[in-house]
């Protein structure tokens, strides 16, 4: 009797070894999908992030550059051709601090920008950016940088989309000398913070007063 009682316990104590020296294993299958399973992950997660909205594709991740720098331009590949474009435009979110290229219902490239400072308009009660919305048309003046006496604050490579020269897509804030102010410039992609202009960084503020046609539309949403 005494005997069979300490195979079974022996038995038992064996089987419960067993299951414990399988538990990470069976922990690890749980946590590590197939290849396969990973491949379909990815690709759903790609068609959700590029799924139209609104009639417009989203940005690809992967392209834009993570952490946000703004010596650099906000994506990873070359900008885009606008000899091969249809329709042109430019489309800014103040609230998502990006500015679109598309041609048409494509988006053809995203960049990280800043808007202006929310206040709160005494008539309405209603917080406001100090960046206009609505829509709006690139404008000829354009150049490498400027100086604003009044509010102490520069920029580098300035294209007008309204009131010839007032409100500008410019390059991140210089201070007076041409210095780069690095607490505003890492803003950028962030947070708003101008006085109305929509910020770029260095490159892509050089890119737009290059190459951003005179006529372009440019929709600026909230």
């Not at 399988?22 to 990973?38: H, I």
């Not at 940005?59 to 994506?75: C, F, G, L, N, T």
């Not at 007076?176 to 102010?181: D, I, L, V």
Request: hydrophobic share 30%; glycine share 8%; proline share 5%.
């Amino acid at each position: 009797m005494k005997l069979v009682v300490k195979n079974r316990i022996y038995a038992g104590v064996c089987l419960f070894v067993a299951i414990i020296g399988m538990g990470p294993e069976l922990r690890n299958n749980r946590q590590k999908p197939s290849k396969a399973a990973r491949q379909t992950q990815v690709a759903s997660n790609s068609r959700r992030e590029n799924h139209p909205k609104h009639g417009h594709t989203t940005a690809q991740p992967s392209r834009m550059r993570v952490p946000i720098d703004w010596h650099k331009s906000s994506e990873t590949v070359p900008y885009p051709d606008l000899a091969t474009t249809k329709d042109f435009w430019v489309k800014v979110s103040l609230k998502k601090n990006r500015t679109y290229l598309y041609d048409g219902k494509k988006l053809l490239y995203t960049m990280y920008s800043t808007g202006g400072m929310y206040k709160r308009n005494p008539q309405t009660g209603k917080m406001e950016s100090m960046t206009p919305t609505g829509t709006y048309y690139a404008q000829a003046e354009r150049g490498d940088s400027f100086f604003n006496s009044s509010l102490n604050e520069g920029a580098n490579y300035y294209v007008s989309w309204l009131d010839h020269g007032t409100y500008l897509f410019h390059s991140v804030p210089t201070v007076a000398g041409g210095a780069y102010n690095v607490k505003e410039a890492d803003k950028l992609g962030k947070s708003t913070g101008s006085h109305g202009c929509i910020r770029l960084s260095i490159p892509d503020a050089q890119w737009m007063s290059t190459h951003l046609p005179v006529g372009t539309k440019i929709v600026i949403v909230n």
